[in-house]
């Protein structure tokens, strides 16, 4: 399998620990930085990694900020992402099984480290469902091209 990687500041020693058990794993991980643990803007890294992954739909993504959060709210925005904080091996399972999630999300300040890879591979070994939650990526999907419209709902 392959990754791309980012982190900001306050997520840079989990994603250091994420890449090591995925590389152990024979993964390949492409780490998009941050190097340090710095003062960076998260945005810069969600972004970069969303864009990767976007660029080729076979891959993954790994993002973490502080709480998993504002990186996550940074990668999609881009189109053809679908990054999702996860908190445990459930959550991860669910976001890959329901939502397609194609970019996993972790907060250093919120998980521990040992939660954390029993997470990411939880994610990486589990597959789209298809079917009934097809339908409902699709609608996900659709909502990037939506503007402000008082009329829909």
């Known amino acids: 399998m392959k990754w791309y990687a980012g982190s900001d500041h306050a997520g840079f020693a989990l994603k250091q620990r994420l890449i090591e058990v995925l590389r152990a794993d024979g993964d390949e991980i492409i780490d998009l930085g941050t190097e340090t643990t ?77 939660v954390a890879e029993g997470a990411v591979r939880a994610f990486r070994d589990t597959e789209f469902e298809g079917g009934r939650h097809a339908r409902r990526v699709h609608k996900i999907d659709e909502l990037l091209a939506d503007t402000v419209d008082p009329d829909k709902s």
């Open 38 to 114: 710095d003062s960076v803007d998260y945005p810069d890294y969600g972004a970069r990694v969303a864009r990767a992954v976007a660029a080729e739909p076979e891959v993954f993504g790994l993002l973490v900020c502080g709480t998993g959060i504002g990186i996550s709210m940074a990668a999609n925005k881009i189109a053809g992402i679908r990054a999702a904080v996860v908190t445990d091996e459930f959550t991860a399972r669910a976001t890959r099984a329901h939502n397609d999630a194609n970019v996993v999300c972790f907060g250093e300040r919120v998980i521990g480290p040992g």
